[in-house]
C-alpha cells in the first residue's frame, strides 16, 4: 500500500485554495481517479467542514480534503508538500485558518485500505519529525519511503 | 438485542475522521471488554435518519447540533491527543452505564 509516485507533487506551488485543490484534483483526473466535477464536491464539503489541522509540537500544518463523492472512480491519494503554506480552515475550530504546507486528497469509493493509509498517516503527524521528513522529501520515491519507514 | 446501545461517530464527509474515531473507540472498548455496544460511522447528513436509534453522537469535527441524545466531540481521535481520547471514552462508559 502506497500512494502511487504520480499523485505526490513535491513543492508544489498554488496562487490559493482553490488553485491547489484545482491542481491536485486535475492529478487524480489524469489517473482517472476521478471525473472532473470531483472539485465542486471537495471545495463544497471544504467550505462546510474544513480540513486544515496543526497538531500541537508538529512543525507544519496539513489538511486532508476529501467528499463523499459520485464522481470518484477508484480509490486512491493524491499528497502534495507546498512551496509556501496555503490558508484552510481548522477542523477542530472552523471559523479560524492555518497555514497548511503538506496536504493529502483523498478520492474513496468504497474500500477502506485508503482510509487505513491516510488514518495512519495522519496519526503520525503528532511526531514532530515525521512532518519534516515529508517536507524534506526531495521526490515522490524519498517521499513514500519515509511513510514507510514511519508505519514500520 | 433491543437493549444494544447505538453510538454513532460521524464528520463531513462520513470517511475519514469518523472512521479514525470510530476505530479508536471500538479498540478502547475492546480493551475494557466492553460489549453489546454498535459503533457506526457516517455522515453528518445521516443523524436524521437514524436520530430515533442513537443513543450517543460522537462528531470527530466541530458540531453544535442540539439533540436529545448527548453529542460528545472526538476531534482527539484525529489530533492523537491521548488525553482527550480518555476522557472521550470515559464520558462514553459514563453514558453507557446512565
Known amino acids: 500500500m502506497h500512494i502511487e509516485d504520480k499523485l505526490i507533487c513535491i513543492g508544489l506551488e498554488a496562487a490559493d485554495r482553490t488553485d491547489l485543490l484545482r491542481q491536485m484534483v486535475a492529478r487524480l483526473v489524469s489517473g482517472n481517479y476521478v471525473t472532473e466535477d470531483f472539485l465542486r464536491d471537495i471545495e463544497a464539503r471544504e467550505v462546510e467542514y474544513p480540513t486544515g489541522l496543526r497538531i500541537e509540537n508538529a512543525p507544519y500544518a496539513f489538511a486532508i480534503p476529501h467528499a463523499h463523492s459520485a464522481c470518484v472512480l477508484k480509490d486512491g491519494i493524491c499528497a502534495a508538500t507546498l512551496k509556501t503554506p496555503i490558508e484552510f480552515g481548522r477542523m477542530d475550530e472552523p471559523e479560524l485558518t492555518v497555514g497548511a504546507s503538506i496536504v493529502f486528497m483523498l478520492a474513496a469509493k468504497d474500500s477502506d485500505l485508503h482510509l487505513e493509509l491516510l488514518s495512519d498517516i495522519v496519526k503520525l503527524f503528532s511526531d514532530a519529525g515525521f512532518a519534516q521528513a515529508l517536507m524534506d522529501a526531495k521526490n515522490p520515491d524519498a517521499f513514500n519511503r519515509r511513510i514507510r519507514d514511519a508505519l514500520r | ?98
Open chain 2, 1 to 98: 438485542m433491543a437493549d444494544r446501545k447505538f453510538i454513532f461517530v460521524c464528520c463531513g464527509a462520513g470517511k475519514l475522521t469518523s472512521f479514525m474515531c470510530a476505530e479508536g473507540i471500538r479498540k478502547a472498548f475492546r480493551e475494557r471488554r466492553i460489549k453489546g455496544v454498535n459503533i457506526q460511522h457516517g455522515m453528518m447528513g445521516d443523524i436524521t435518519r437514524y436520530k430515533d436509534k442513537i443513543d450517543i453522537l460522537v462528531c470527530s469535527t466541530n458540531y453544535k447540533g442540539e439533540h436529545s441524545f448527548p453529542v460528545i466531540n472526538g476531534i482527539s481521535y484525529v489530533t492523537g491527543d491521548e488525553a482527550g481520547q480518555e476522557k472521550v471514552v470515559v464520558q462514553l462508559i459514563e453514558l453507557l452505564n446512565g
